[in-house]
């Protein structure tokens, strides 16, 4: 298969898009050279990791205790999201309920 330039491509895929077949081209080339173009490079094979680690620069540990950490903020949030949310719909309808059936006393 021939190296094709960019302008190759371009000029290639603008006819494809217009509805053009020019049947003197590489076609089958050019769009195999295309998807060549197109697909990522593979993937390097993973390092070999020391234990306890899960990248180069990022221990299980430092997941561990950052995770602790971000589930006791969330827990910590949860809990005053759900008194912020409990506040609500006591003042919103239990309150309102309340009053009401004072005054119809």
């Known amino acids: 298969m021939p190296g094709y330039s960019q302008d190759d491509f371009v000029r290639w895929l603008?006819?494809?898009?217009?509805?053009?077949?020019?049947?003197?081209?590489?076609?089958?080339?050019?769009?195999?050279?295309?998807?060549?173009?197109?697909?990522?490079?593979?993937?390097?094979?993973?390092?070999?990791?020391?234990?306890?680690?899960?990248?180069?620069?990022?221990?299980?540990?430092?997941?561990?205790?950052?995770s602790t950490k971000i589930?006791?903020?969330?827990?910590?949030?949860?809990r005053r999201l759900k008194s912020d949310l409990l506040t609500a719909w006591l003042r919103d309808s239990l309150d309102v309920y309340r009053t009401v059936c004072a005054r119809s006393k």
């Open 71 to 78: 589930e006791a903020l969330m827990a910590a949030l949860s």
């Open 14 to 66: 603008t006819g494809q898009a217009d509805g053009r077949l020019d049947l003197t081209e590489d076609n089958p080339g050019l769009a195999a050279a295309a998807i060549g173009l197109l697909q990522p490079p593979p993937l390097e094979p993973p390092e070999t990791l020391p234990d306890g680690y899960l990248s180069p620069h990022f221990s299980l540990a430092e997941q561990a205790a950052g």
